[in-house]
């Protein structure tokens, strides 16, 4: 069944970027580094081939990945919506990546909603309605959606390999996987890792940019979540952080500031599951992570709108920050069993 979507998405792949045209990349709202990545390789790709490319993004991404190369190039709605919207409005070609839902892409949902031209999937999450689009490459049992565009770009020759292009799938598959700690669901990951760092900017400096340039408060928050909101559930192998607005607040919070805070607690050997909820302006954010076989996917999906991987998924709710931890601790004895599974 993958190799007959692989043919099919070629062929129309291949029928879309003949001729130059004006195409729009997007990607999910909150954008992290596998969202960043594999639009800027895309964008880098599809440039070469003559097209007029504009990316779009709804909401501005972590400071630590403003480095990366092109990334000056997004066009972000909460910033210069007209821009988005013209882009949007005039493109011929939509190639939506790492995400296959459009309400996951905030605010650019009615705009890319309107359009009737040709949308193009690229994505690694579940449950992917393929009908929607042109065309479709879609993998799940995969790192990364910059992984799937590496595989992509193989398909065209190495040659295609740029050092930005490797540069940015990189920190695409090297941020979605927490540092190759998680989601590696098959050897060819790191064949696919090999090629890209091979010409890619020094690894250590790539690693160096993502992860070593924290600012004074977001490692007091970093801190503050551990010693102050962290509760651990030992009946349920849980463990909450749970942030309100007052919270993030003190700490003049910036878009990125809690990347990564819901995966130290997985470091204990009693915790299956790690939730970390954090309140904003409109809805309550949950993001979820495990280990081992417990599905965080399935929970997220069932009870708190989202959704995602086996071991890495978020929801959201639209209640009180009191309600969103209540309920959550309401849903984890129908999970009690599977969480204390060893």
Not at 30 to 56: Q, T, W, Y
Not at 240 to 247: F, N, R, V
Not at 277 to 301: N, P, Y
Not at 319 to 325: H, L, N, R, T
Request: glycine share 6%.
């Amino acid at each position: 069944m993958e190799a007959m979507q692989e043919d099919n998405f070629f062929e129309r792949f291949d029928a879309i970027i003949q001729a130059p045209k004006r195409m729009v990349l997007a990607c999910h709202v909150n954008p992290d580094g596998d969202a960043i990545g594999s639009v800027l390789a895309m964008a880098e790709f599809l440039n070469s081939r003559g097209h007029d490319v504009k990316m779009v993004v709804a909401n501005d991404f972590p400071g630590f990945l403003h480095w990366m190369p092109g990334s000056e190039e997004f066009l972000v709605f909460e910033k210069d919506g007209d821009a988005c919207q013209t882009a949007i409005a005039e493109a011929e070609c939509i190639v939506m990546l790492d995400f296959n839902n459009l309400a996951r892409s905030g605010i650019l949902h009615n705009e890319i909603g309107k359009t009737r031209c040709p949308r193009i999937l690229i994505d690694h999450h579940r449950d992917a309605d393929l009908s929607q689009f042109y065309c479709a490459m879609t993998k799940i049992n995969v790192s990364s959606a910059s992984e799937i565009v590496a595989e992509i770009l193989l398909h065209y020759g190495k040659e295609q390999f740029t050092p930005d292009i490797c540069t940015n799938l990189l920190v695409g598959i090297m941020t979605d996987t927490g540092s190759f700690a998680h989601s590696i669901y098959h050897p060819r990951t790191f064949d696919i890792v090999s090629l890209l760092v091979e010409k890619s900017m020094p690894y250590t400096l790539v690693h160096q940019l993502v992860y070593d340039t924290m600012s004074e408060n977001r490692l007091r928050l970093l801190g503050f979540s551990i010693n102050n909101r962290m509760e651990i559930l030992e009946d349920c192998s849980t463990a909450i952080i749970a942030l309100s607005l007052s919270d993030l607040n003190k700490f003049d919070y910036q878009p990125g500031d809690t990347e990564g805070v819901v995966n130290f607690p997985l470091s204990m050997e009693k915790i299956t599951m790690s939730v970390l909820v954090t309140e904003r302006q409109d809805q309550i954010r949950l993001s979820f992570r495990s280990k081992g076989d417990f599905s965080v996917h399935e929970l997220a999906q069932k009870h708190f709108k989202g959704g995602g991987h086996t071991n890495a998924a978020g929801g959201t709710l639209t209640c009180s920050f009191d309600e969103a931890v209540a309920k959550l601790k309401a849903v984890l004895p129908e999970y009690k069993d599977l969480l204390n599974k060893k």
